[in-house]
């Protein structure tokens, strides 16, 4: 028997609670997302290269716009604690 296309709509209803098996449904694509993302996040870091290429500012600043992507310039200060931890986990890692 087919249903109507209002009669399948009002399983969705905001005032009437989902059964078991719509949210066991739900659940399975939010999960199925969830690890497609993760396994696509993992592809794109593979293939990036873990090293850094230090340049001065003019040189950096026209490779930027060559590239058409962000400048991304790390200024530090003794005192400062994220600092150091993002020079140790992020910058010195990346530097064989």
């Known amino acids: 028997m087919k249903q109507s296309f209002s009669a399948w709509m009002s399983k969705f209803a905001v005032n009437k609670a989902p059964d078991m098996r719509t949210l066991k449904i739900l659940s399975l694509i939010c999960i199925a997302v969830s690890i497609s993302g993760i396994t ?51 910058i010195e890692s990346a530097n064989p």
């Not at 993992?42 to 962000?70: C, I, R, V, Y």
């Open 40 to 90: 696509m996040g993992f592809a794109f870091h593979a293939n990036t290269p873990a090293t850094l290429s230090w340049l001065t500012m003019e040189e950096a600043q026209q490779k930027s716009m060559e590239d058409g992507k962000p400048l991304f310039v790390f200024v530090e200060a003794e005192w400062c604690g994220i600092c150091k931890r993002m020079l140790q986990n992020v």
